[in-house]
């Protein structure tokens, strides 16, 4: 059972075999043909969330870094260059 506070943690796994389903209804109204592919994001762990507001910057941070559309290579460029922060760009 989950609490409103609880942040579910995710990692990138090369390995993890990852369901994909079609985006558009038209084509395949259905998530009975799922189709698969090696390498996703998979759970790893529940932690319980802050106990107090987000900074409203941090918020919007946050939902920038959403609605960005990092790409994998991005992701896995600033993890090799271990940077601790990442410079989104669409695309």
């Given at each position: 059972q989950f609490e409103?506070?609880?942040l579910?943690?995710?990692i990138y796994d090369p390995n993890w075999r990852t369901l994909c389903y079609e985006p558009d209804d038209r084509r395949q109204a259905t998530w009975d043909f799922p189709k698969e592919r090696v390498g996703g994001?998979?759970?790893d762990c529940l932690h319980k969330g802050p106990t107090k507001?987000?900074?409203v910057?941090?918020?919007y941070s946050l939902q920038q870094a959403a609605t960005d559309g990092i790409t994998q290579d991005h992701l896995v460029?600033?993890?090799h260059s271990g940077s601790s922060s990442l410079v989104l760009g669409r695309g």
């Open positions: 409103d506070e609880t579910v943690e995710c994001w998979r759970f507001p987000t900074d910057r941090t918020a460029a600033a993890l």
